[in-house]
């Protein structure tokens, strides 16, 4: 494991315990993207201690899956209507939970790799991200966009997930590729992912600097 998925793994912490700062007058969304940021942390860690005693981290991927994408629904449904209705919102979180059940009970199971429910999440999340720029955008009302942590939010998740799409769908290819292609593509993957809780750090950043004043 090189060092790039140490630090990977350890980034989270750094927004969650800046988020810990100003907690008790966040907004609903705010505070349940810190919750969101914890749990990472803390999966990923017993994810690791996991996998260097039995050898696999799956369950604890899947788990991640379903619960960063209904929490970031959940934040989603804060920072889109009217745009896109609490309706629509809902309805897709309970889809996407429906196939995420499909997927570990009839299809890869606990401990498949889940190639096509990345894949479901990637672009469920893509188009949640886009959505909020262009409600911005049509809306007309925000002077400065990245002065808020919505637009550090949807930043981070449109790079995040449009730079591993393509990891995502053709994960099972990837996985029987040379070691030097499979760890060059994961080194990636790593480095993406210290991105997107870089970003992530920013919003919070900006979420406590809009408390200060509002």
């Known amino acids: 494991m090189d060092a790039f998925t140490y630090i990977g793994i350890g980034i989270p912490l750094l927004p969650a315990i800046l988020s810990l700062f100003g907690w008790k007058h966040f907004p609903p969304e705010v505070k349940t993207f810190s919750v969101l940021i914890w749990v990472t942390f803390i999966n990923g860690l017993a994810a ?8 696999t981290n799956m369950p604890f991927f899947h788990f991640y899956i379903l619960v960063e994408t209904v929490l970031l629904i959940r934040i989603f449904s804060a920072l889109l209507p009217p745009f896109i209705s609490y309706k629509v919102l809902n309805t897709i979180l309970v889809i996407f939970s429906a196939l995420w059940t499909f997927n570990v009970l009839f299809d890869d199971g606990i401990t498949g790799y889940p190639t096509y429910i990345l894949a479901v999440k990637g672009s469920l999340l893509i188009c949640l991200a886009v959505s909020w720029f262009i409600k911005v955008q049509r809306e007309r009302k925000i002077q400065h966009p990245e002065r808020l942590f919505a ?47 870089l970003i992530y750090t920013i919003a919070i950043i900006w979420a406590r600097k809009n408390l200060t004043l509002s």
């Open 151 to 197: 637009f550090w939010l949807s930043t981070g998740v449109l790079i995040f997930f449009c730079g591993n799409m393509l990891l995502f769908i053709f994960s099972n290819f990837i996985f029987v590729q040379a070691q030097h292609v499979y760890v060059a593509i994961w080194g990636t993957h790593a480095i993406l992912v210290i991105l997107l809780y």
């Open 48 to 55: 690791f201690i996991w996998e260097l005693t039995w050898g």
